[in-house]
């Protein structure tokens, strides 16, 4: 055997098949998380619907579309006299007409909290943000307009879009993830909100996002007993054990059980 078919014998063929394996697993570990209607029905159906509204009001007639617009706002007059109905309405619009800054923000934040959570759950945490940081930020401005420190319009300003459900999806997210990515998300997420205060200067968007953020850091614990991609423990703090087959192998000697820790 030659010099040249030795080395063709030992790094050839086997390293050519570890290179294919290792893109062949980075491509299925992509596919996995992009969002479908089956892995992450809640984010999918929510973009559709979002989408829907975005695409009516680029075409429809601009009059029935402020009209729509101003019914479906949850600022303090409608609060006040159509709660239900702002609180639910004004979350199936966006800020604008551009859609796809939504997109990414949904396949980053919404999908993959309900692959780990689930869809009620990631459904939970969305109205949670966008329930507690309106009445929040609303709250704000009727007694800031009761007190005489704003002026009586703000009570009009028009308030829509799932900036807050999103918020609250990406603050409930951060909790499931290994600390050094948990800081990094929640100093990411503070530095976008510090950037839009600072620059929009606006009262509602400097009290609705930051209550937004914590209403999903504070659904932690309870997320947390349903994050699919992590051993659970039992009540005792031992891990829970799986039923194994009869004719499974004991374990090695010396090696133990490796939990993530939160």
Known sequence: MTERQVCAGRGGPPYGMLRRGL???????????????????????????????????????????????????????????HPLRALLLSGFWVAGPDWVPYLWAFALTVAPLERRVGPVRAAAVFAAGHIGATLLSQGVVIVGVESGRLEPAAMDYLDIGVSYGVLASLGALAGLLRPAGRVAVLALAAGLIAEQIAGDRDLVTGVGHPAALLAGVALWRWLRRWDGSRPHRSRLGAPSARPRSAAAPASAPGRSVVLDRF
Do not use: C, I, K, M
Not at 36 to 50: E, N
């Open 23 to 81: 893109r062949a697993g980075a491509v299925e570990w992509a596919l996995a998380r992009v969002p479908t209607p089956r892995s992450t029905p809640f984010a999918v159906g929510y973009l559709a619907v979002v989408g829907a509204t975005t695409t009516f009001a680029q075409l429809a007639d601009p009059d029935l579309v402020r009209r729509l617009q101003e019914a479906s706002s949850s600022d303090g007059h409608n609060l006040l006299q």
